[in-house]
Protein backbone atom coordinates (compact mmCIF):
# COMPACT_ATOMS: atom_id res chain seq x y z
CA UNK A 1 0.00 0.00 0.00
CA UNK A 2 0.90 3.18 -1.08
CA UNK A 3 2.55 5.29 2.25
CA UNK A 4 0.48 8.81 0.41
CA UNK A 5 2.59 10.58 3.90
CA UNK A 6 5.90 9.51 3.18
CA UNK A 7 4.98 10.12 -0.59
CA UNK A 8 3.46 13.92 -0.08
CA UNK A 9 6.66 14.71 1.59
CA UNK A 10 8.78 14.14 -0.06
CA UNK A 11 7.48 14.90 -3.32
CA UNK A 12 7.08 18.41 -2.09
CA UNK A 13 10.92 18.70 -0.80
CA UNK A 14 11.79 18.09 -4.29
CA UNK A 15 9.06 19.94 -6.83
CA UNK A 16 7.05 22.95 -6.12
CA UNK A 17 3.70 21.96 -5.48
CA UNK A 18 1.57 24.97 -3.93
CA UNK A 19 -1.11 25.58 -5.79
CA UNK A 20 0.04 28.98 -8.17
CA UNK A 21 -2.32 30.94 -10.00
CA UNK A 22 0.77 32.61 -12.00
CA UNK A 23 1.39 28.85 -13.57
CA UNK A 24 -2.31 28.22 -13.49
CA UNK A 25 -2.64 31.23 -15.84
CA UNK A 26 0.47 30.36 -18.21
CA UNK A 27 -1.16 27.20 -18.60
CA UNK A 28 -4.01 28.54 -20.21
CA UNK A 29 -4.47 26.71 -23.11
CA UNK A 30 -4.40 23.08 -21.30
CA UNK A 31 -7.14 24.45 -18.98
CA UNK A 32 -9.03 25.70 -21.94
CA UNK A 33 -10.04 21.52 -22.16
CA UNK A 34 -11.55 21.30 -19.03
CA UNK A 35 -12.68 24.49 -17.65
CA UNK A 36 -16.63 23.65 -18.09
CA UNK A 37 -16.24 21.14 -15.46
CA UNK A 38 -12.87 21.81 -12.89
CA UNK A 39 -13.02 25.71 -11.68
CA UNK A 40 -10.19 27.91 -11.57
CA UNK A 41 -9.41 27.52 -7.94
CA UNK A 42 -8.94 23.62 -8.35
CA UNK A 43 -6.91 24.39 -11.56
CA UNK A 44 -4.35 26.53 -9.61
CA UNK A 45 -4.03 23.11 -7.48
CA UNK A 46 -4.16 20.92 -10.23
CA UNK A 47 -1.25 22.97 -12.28
CA UNK A 48 1.96 22.28 -10.74
CA UNK A 49 1.61 18.80 -11.11
CA UNK A 50 0.67 18.84 -14.53
CA UNK A 51 3.95 21.10 -15.13
CA UNK A 52 5.77 19.01 -12.86
CA UNK A 53 4.55 15.34 -14.53
CA UNK A 54 5.19 16.80 -18.11
CA UNK A 55 8.84 17.74 -17.55
CA UNK A 56 9.13 14.60 -15.84
CA UNK A 57 7.82 12.25 -19.05
CA UNK A 58 9.95 13.78 -21.10
CA UNK A 59 13.19 13.50 -19.34
CA UNK A 60 12.38 9.66 -18.87
CA UNK A 61 11.58 8.94 -22.54
CA UNK A 62 7.81 8.12 -20.72
CA UNK A 63 4.42 7.99 -22.56
CA UNK A 64 1.41 8.20 -20.61
CA UNK A 65 -1.93 6.09 -21.70
CA UNK A 66 -4.91 6.97 -20.24
CA UNK A 67 -8.23 6.11 -20.15
CA UNK A 68 -11.76 7.82 -20.50
CA UNK A 69 -12.30 7.50 -16.78
CA UNK A 70 -9.71 9.23 -15.39
CA UNK A 71 -10.10 12.62 -14.00
CA UNK A 72 -10.27 15.51 -16.00
CA UNK A 73 -6.83 16.88 -14.89
CA UNK A 74 -5.39 13.67 -15.83
CA UNK A 75 -7.46 13.00 -19.01
CA UNK A 76 -6.55 16.96 -21.04
CA UNK A 77 -3.49 17.40 -18.81
CA UNK A 78 -1.12 14.85 -18.74
CA UNK A 79 -2.34 12.20 -21.12
CA UNK A 80 -0.09 11.79 -24.29
CA UNK A 81 -3.29 9.09 -25.55
CA UNK A 82 -6.50 8.83 -24.18
CA UNK A 83 -9.13 5.86 -25.14
CA UNK A 84 -11.33 3.28 -24.35
CA UNK A 85 -9.66 -0.47 -23.77
CA UNK A 86 -9.07 -1.68 -27.31
CA UNK A 87 -7.20 2.22 -28.24
CA UNK A 88 -5.08 2.17 -24.94
CA UNK A 89 -4.29 -1.39 -25.89
CA UNK A 90 -3.43 -0.72 -29.48
CA UNK A 91 -1.51 2.14 -28.34
CA UNK A 92 -0.01 0.11 -26.46
CA UNK A 93 1.54 -1.74 -29.41
CA UNK A 94 2.93 1.75 -31.17
CA UNK A 95 4.23 3.49 -28.23
CA UNK A 96 8.48 3.95 -29.44
CA UNK A 97 8.47 5.59 -25.92
CA UNK A 98 10.81 3.59 -23.20
CA UNK A 99 8.23 3.85 -20.42
CA UNK A 100 4.19 3.34 -20.63
CA UNK A 101 3.21 5.23 -17.64
CA UNK A 102 -0.88 3.22 -17.54
CA UNK A 103 -3.55 5.81 -15.89
CA UNK A 104 -6.12 3.34 -15.50
CA UNK A 105 -6.63 -0.07 -13.74
CA UNK A 106 -3.91 -2.79 -13.20
CA UNK A 107 -5.28 -4.92 -15.99
CA UNK A 108 -4.98 -2.58 -18.41
CA UNK A 109 -1.13 -2.16 -17.36
CA UNK A 110 -0.79 -5.90 -17.40
CA UNK A 111 -2.21 -5.34 -21.16
CA UNK A 112 0.42 -3.26 -21.88
CA UNK A 113 3.32 -5.12 -20.56
CA UNK A 114 1.99 -8.15 -22.07
CA UNK A 115 2.08 -6.12 -25.31
CA UNK A 116 5.32 -5.12 -24.93
CA UNK A 117 7.80 -6.82 -22.29
CA UNK A 118 11.11 -4.77 -23.04
CA UNK A 119 9.33 -1.64 -21.81
CA UNK A 120 8.78 -0.89 -18.25
CA UNK A 121 5.21 0.00 -17.59
CA UNK A 122 4.43 1.49 -14.60
CA UNK A 123 0.98 1.53 -12.39
CA UNK A 124 0.45 4.80 -10.07
CA UNK A 125 -1.11 2.62 -7.72
CA UNK A 126 -1.46 -0.70 -7.69
CA UNK A 127 -5.20 -0.81 -5.89
CA UNK A 128 -6.59 0.07 -8.47
CA UNK A 129 -8.32 -2.94 -9.50
CA UNK A 130 -11.63 -4.19 -11.34
CA UNK A 131 -14.32 -6.44 -9.61
CA UNK A 132 -14.40 -8.17 -13.12
CA UNK A 133 -10.79 -8.76 -13.31
CA UNK A 134 -11.36 -10.57 -9.73
CA UNK A 135 -13.79 -12.35 -10.47
CA UNK A 136 -12.70 -15.03 -11.94
CA UNK A 137 -9.26 -17.26 -12.29
CA UNK A 138 -7.86 -19.73 -14.70
CA UNK A 139 -9.46 -22.12 -12.40
CA UNK A 140 -12.99 -20.94 -13.66
CA UNK A 141 -11.72 -20.58 -17.73
CA UNK A 142 -10.76 -24.33 -16.98
CA UNK A 143 -14.32 -24.95 -15.11
CA UNK A 144 -16.28 -23.33 -18.23
CA UNK A 145 -14.33 -25.40 -20.43
CA UNK A 146 -15.11 -28.62 -18.73
CA UNK A 147 -18.71 -27.67 -18.81
CA UNK A 148 -18.68 -26.51 -22.81
CA UNK A 149 -16.35 -28.73 -24.12
CA UNK A 150 -15.12 -27.86 -27.43
CA UNK A 151 -16.61 -24.57 -26.78
CA UNK A 152 -13.99 -21.05 -27.29
CA UNK A 153 -13.32 -18.63 -24.78
CA UNK A 154 -13.77 -15.06 -25.30
CA UNK A 155 -12.57 -13.25 -22.09
CA UNK A 156 -12.88 -9.71 -21.89
CA UNK A 157 -9.99 -7.50 -21.26
CA UNK A 158 -10.95 -6.83 -17.96
CA UNK A 159 -9.11 -10.02 -16.73
CA UNK A 160 -5.76 -10.88 -15.11
CA UNK A 161 -2.78 -12.27 -17.41
CA UNK A 162 -3.50 -15.73 -15.72
CA UNK A 163 -6.82 -15.40 -17.58
CA UNK A 164 -6.15 -14.26 -20.45
CA UNK A 165 -3.27 -17.21 -20.65
CA UNK A 166 -5.87 -19.21 -20.41
CA UNK A 167 -8.55 -17.90 -23.36
CA UNK A 168 -8.41 -18.88 -26.72
CA UNK A 169 -9.30 -14.57 -27.59
CA UNK A 170 -10.19 -11.28 -25.98
CA UNK A 171 -12.45 -9.13 -26.46
CA UNK A 172 -13.29 -5.54 -25.32
CA UNK A 173 -16.83 -3.94 -25.62
CA UNK A 174 -16.38 -2.31 -28.74
CA UNK A 175 -15.42 -5.52 -30.72
CA UNK A 176 -17.25 -8.06 -29.16
CA UNK A 177 -20.41 -8.48 -31.48
CA UNK A 178 -17.29 -8.53 -33.91
CA UNK A 179 -15.19 -11.49 -32.43
CA UNK A 180 -18.33 -13.32 -31.45
CA UNK A 181 -19.69 -13.43 -35.13
CA UNK A 182 -16.14 -14.11 -36.66
CA UNK A 183 -15.92 -17.40 -34.43
CA UNK A 184 -16.96 -20.35 -36.11
CA UNK A 185 -18.00 -22.34 -33.03
CA UNK A 186 -21.91 -22.57 -32.78
CA UNK A 187 -21.69 -22.44 -28.43
CA UNK A 188 -19.10 -19.63 -27.62
CA UNK A 189 -17.73 -18.82 -23.60
CA UNK A 190 -17.57 -15.66 -22.67
CA UNK A 191 -15.72 -14.54 -18.88
CA UNK A 192 -16.15 -12.56 -16.80
CA UNK A 193 -18.83 -10.26 -17.58
CA UNK A 194 -22.51 -11.52 -17.58
CA UNK A 195 -23.83 -8.45 -18.59
CA UNK A 196 -21.80 -8.16 -21.80
CA UNK A 197 -22.11 -10.98 -22.72
CA UNK A 198 -25.96 -10.86 -22.54
CA UNK A 199 -25.80 -7.84 -24.85
CA UNK A 200 -23.84 -9.40 -27.12
CA UNK A 201 -26.30 -12.49 -27.03
CA UNK A 202 -29.46 -10.25 -28.25
CA UNK A 203 -27.13 -8.49 -31.01
CA UNK A 204 -25.77 -12.34 -32.04
CA UNK A 205 -28.84 -14.59 -32.18
CA UNK A 206 -27.20 -17.07 -34.11
CA UNK A 207 -24.90 -17.91 -31.87
CA UNK A 208 -25.14 -19.60 -28.34
CA UNK A 209 -23.14 -17.48 -26.08
CA UNK A 210 -22.83 -18.99 -22.05
CA UNK A 211 -20.93 -16.61 -19.59
CA UNK A 212 -19.65 -16.19 -16.62
CA UNK A 213 -21.25 -14.77 -13.42
CA UNK A 214 -19.19 -11.56 -13.00
CA UNK A 215 -20.46 -8.32 -13.54
CA UNK A 216 -18.49 -4.23 -13.30
CA UNK A 217 -20.13 -2.96 -9.81
CA UNK A 218 -20.28 0.80 -11.57
CA UNK A 219 -22.56 -0.31 -14.26
CA UNK A 220 -24.44 -3.30 -12.19
CA UNK A 221 -26.16 -0.29 -10.10
CA UNK A 222 -27.90 1.15 -13.05
CA UNK A 223 -31.99 -0.67 -13.41
CA UNK A 224 -34.62 -0.36 -16.19
CA UNK A 225 -36.88 1.62 -13.81
CA UNK A 226 -34.26 4.32 -12.72
CA UNK A 227 -33.61 4.58 -17.12
CA UNK A 228 -37.41 4.83 -17.59
CA UNK A 229 -38.09 7.65 -14.45
CA UNK A 230 -35.26 9.67 -15.25
CA UNK A 231 -36.79 9.69 -19.32
CA UNK A 232 -40.19 10.56 -18.28
CA UNK A 233 -38.68 13.55 -15.98
CA UNK A 234 -36.29 14.47 -18.69
CA UNK A 235 -37.81 14.42 -21.96
CA UNK A 236 -36.12 14.58 -24.93
CA UNK A 237 -32.52 13.70 -23.52
CA UNK A 238 -30.47 11.16 -25.21
CA UNK A 239 -29.87 7.84 -22.76
CA UNK A 240 -26.24 6.60 -23.43
CA UNK A 241 -25.47 3.28 -21.86
CA UNK A 242 -22.20 0.81 -21.78
CA UNK A 243 -22.73 -2.78 -22.15
CA UNK A 244 -21.52 -3.29 -19.46
CA UNK A 245 -24.40 -2.58 -17.56
CA UNK A 246 -27.83 -4.84 -17.13
CA UNK A 247 -29.25 -5.82 -20.55
CA UNK A 248 -32.54 -4.29 -19.83
CA UNK A 249 -30.84 -0.88 -19.52
CA UNK A 250 -29.45 -1.01 -22.26
CA UNK A 251 -32.67 -1.93 -24.05
CA UNK A 252 -34.24 1.30 -22.33
CA UNK A 253 -31.20 3.39 -23.54
CA UNK A 254 -31.05 5.31 -27.40
CA UNK A 255 -27.22 3.60 -27.96
CA UNK A 256 -25.10 1.73 -26.48
CA UNK A 257 -21.21 1.21 -26.91
CA UNK A 258 -17.96 1.40 -25.50
CA UNK A 259 -16.89 4.18 -24.31
CA UNK A 260 -15.38 5.63 -27.29
CA UNK A 261 -18.58 4.26 -29.01
CA UNK A 262 -19.98 6.87 -26.84
CA UNK A 263 -17.76 9.62 -27.48
CA UNK A 264 -17.90 8.68 -30.99
CA UNK A 265 -22.18 8.40 -30.69
CA UNK A 266 -22.10 12.03 -28.93
CA UNK A 267 -19.42 14.03 -31.14
CA UNK A 268 -21.93 12.56 -34.62
CA UNK A 269 -25.49 13.50 -32.74
CA UNK A 270 -24.62 16.16 -31.00
CA UNK A 271 -28.03 15.95 -29.18
CA UNK A 272 -28.92 19.03 -26.48
CA UNK A 273 -29.28 17.11 -23.71
CA UNK A 274 -27.36 13.25 -22.67
CA UNK A 275 -27.55 11.51 -20.08
CA UNK A 276 -24.48 8.68 -19.95
CA UNK A 277 -25.10 5.90 -18.23
CA UNK A 278 -21.37 4.95 -16.71
CA UNK A 279 -18.72 6.21 -14.99
CA UNK A 280 -18.63 10.25 -13.87
CA UNK A 281 -15.50 11.34 -15.92
CA UNK A 282 -17.00 10.03 -18.83
CA UNK A 283 -18.98 13.23 -19.40
CA UNK A 284 -16.72 15.87 -17.75
CA UNK A 285 -14.10 14.45 -19.98
CA UNK A 286 -15.88 15.07 -23.17
CA UNK A 287 -17.95 18.50 -22.07
CA UNK A 288 -15.58 21.21 -23.19
CA UNK A 289 -15.34 19.49 -26.56
CA UNK A 290 -19.03 19.88 -26.98
CA UNK A 291 -20.01 22.84 -25.22
CA UNK A 292 -23.63 22.61 -26.88
CA UNK A 293 -24.32 19.03 -25.47
CA UNK A 294 -25.50 19.92 -21.91
CA UNK A 295 -24.37 16.01 -19.61
CA UNK A 296 -27.69 15.31 -17.06
CA UNK A 297 -28.48 12.60 -15.29
CA UNK A 298 -26.71 10.65 -12.16
CA UNK A 299 -23.45 9.09 -13.11
CA UNK A 300 -21.18 6.48 -11.00
CA UNK A 301 -17.88 7.03 -9.33
CA UNK A 302 -15.59 3.89 -10.57
CA UNK A 303 -13.67 3.91 -6.62
CA UNK A 304 -10.50 1.89 -8.29
CA UNK A 305 -10.31 3.89 -11.56
CA UNK A 306 -10.52 6.86 -9.01
CA UNK A 307 -7.48 5.41 -7.23
CA UNK A 308 -4.97 7.42 -9.81
CA UNK A 309 -4.18 10.65 -9.20
CA UNK A 310 -1.65 13.38 -10.46
CA UNK A 311 0.15 13.31 -6.70
CA UNK A 312 0.59 9.29 -7.33
CA UNK A 313 1.41 9.59 -11.06
CA UNK A 314 3.94 12.16 -10.42
CA UNK A 315 5.32 9.47 -8.01
CA UNK A 316 5.26 6.75 -9.84
CA UNK A 317 7.11 8.64 -12.67
CA UNK A 318 9.65 9.96 -10.13
CA UNK A 319 10.16 6.89 -8.23
CA UNK A 320 9.72 4.54 -11.61
CA UNK A 321 7.47 2.52 -9.24
CA UNK A 322 5.44 0.19 -9.58
CA UNK A 323 6.78 -1.71 -12.45
CA UNK A 324 4.14 -4.23 -13.73
CA UNK A 325 5.67 -7.96 -14.15
CA UNK A 326 4.54 -10.72 -16.05
CA UNK A 327 5.54 -14.21 -15.41
CA UNK A 328 7.12 -15.16 -19.32
CA UNK A 329 5.29 -18.27 -20.13
CA UNK A 330 2.16 -16.39 -19.06
CA UNK A 331 2.64 -13.39 -20.36
CA UNK A 332 3.64 -15.58 -23.78
CA UNK A 333 0.04 -16.83 -23.85
CA UNK A 334 -1.66 -13.96 -22.91
CA UNK A 335 -0.29 -12.32 -25.86
CA UNK A 336 -1.61 -14.40 -28.50
CA UNK A 337 -4.88 -14.17 -26.66
CA UNK A 338 -4.61 -10.41 -26.66
CA UNK A 339 -3.16 -10.25 -30.44
CA UNK A 340 -5.77 -12.01 -31.95
CA UNK A 341 -8.09 -9.82 -30.51
CA UNK A 342 -6.09 -6.89 -32.30
CA UNK A 343 -6.12 -8.91 -35.36
CA UNK A 344 -9.14 -10.01 -35.49
CA UNK A 345 -10.88 -6.35 -34.83
CA UNK A 346 -8.64 -4.56 -38.05
CA UNK A 347 -9.69 -7.59 -40.07
CA UNK A 348 -13.04 -7.47 -39.53
CA UNK A 349 -13.09 -3.63 -39.33
P1 LIG B 1 -14.15 0.58 -22.48
O1 LIG B 1 -13.39 1.85 -22.29
O2 LIG B 1 -13.39 -0.38 -23.32
O3 LIG B 1 -15.52 0.82 -22.95
O4 LIG B 1 -14.24 -0.13 -21.04
C1 LIG B 1 -14.89 0.40 -19.97
C2 LIG B 1 -14.37 -0.09 -18.69
O5 LIG B 1 -15.10 -0.29 -17.76
C3 LIG B 1 -12.97 -0.25 -18.51
O6 LIG B 1 -12.75 -0.67 -17.25
FE1 LIG C 1 -13.79 -2.51 -13.59
FE2 LIG C 1 -16.20 -1.44 -13.80
FE3 LIG C 1 -14.25 0.02 -12.77
FE4 LIG C 1 -14.24 -0.57 -15.39
S1 LIG C 1 -15.71 0.68 -14.32
S2 LIG C 1 -12.51 -0.71 -13.97
S3 LIG C 1 -15.15 -2.60 -15.36
S4 LIG C 1 -15.08 -1.88 -11.91
Redesign the pocket.
Known sequence: MLDMHLIRDDLNALYDLAPNPGLAAEMAPIYARMSRVISPADWAIHAPYVAAINALKRERNATILA???MTPEIFHGIADVVG???QLAIEATRTEAEVIVQCG?HFMAETSKILNPAKTVLMPDMAAG?SLADSITAEGVAEMRARYPGAPVVSYV?TTAEVKAASDICC???NAVQIIRALEAETIIMTPDKYLAQNVAAQVPEKRIVWWDGS?I?HEQYTAQDIREFRAWNPGTRIIA?P?CPPDVVAEADFSG???GILGYVSAERPERAMLVT?CSMASNIADAHPDVEFIGPCNM?PFMKKITLEKILWSLHSMTTQIEVEPSIAGRARLAVQRMIDLSAKEA
Open positions: HNYDSLVCNTSSCVHESTAEC
